[in-house]
Nanobody
């Protein structure tokens, strides 16, 4: 079994910061890309940021320029990905989900796994 457990969400005022963490555990051989998605009420789930095993990153246009340069990072040894969010706005309010592309054994296929989500609420 594989588990992705997010933490760090909560209530913050506009302009504030939060740091989300997501730790993967269980029967994991290797992890390829890891990413953060979010889903606001009544909207589709959207990509926020992604990072490859080698550290290459990609960000959604909606968050570029507001978050720090090192917004998404990972610790491969800990199987953990982080999302640092600064200058938060009310429109950033959503459930944030962790995603990992991983395989459970050598030679196995890579599959996408999701965390249960963590609520981020930004008050105006």
């Amino acid at each position: 079994q594989v588990q992705l457990v997010e933490s760090g969400g909560g209530l913050v005022q506009a302009g504030g910061s939060l740091r989300l963490s997501c730790a993967a555990s269980g029967s994991i051989f290797s992890i390829n890309a890891m990413a953060w998605y979010r889903q606001a009420p009544g909207k589709q789930r959207e990509l926020v940021a992604a990072i490859t095993r080698g550290g290459f990153t990609n960000y959604a246009d909606s968050v570029k320029g507001r978050f720090t340069i090192s917004t998404i990072s990972r610790d491969n040894a800990k199987k953990t990905v982080y999302l640092q969010m600064n200058s938060l706005k009310p429109e950033d309010t959503a459930v944030y989900y962790c995603n990992a592309d991983l395989r459970q054994h050598l030679g196995g296929a890579f599959s996408a796994y999701w965390g249960q989500g963590t609520q981020v609420t930004v008050s105006s």
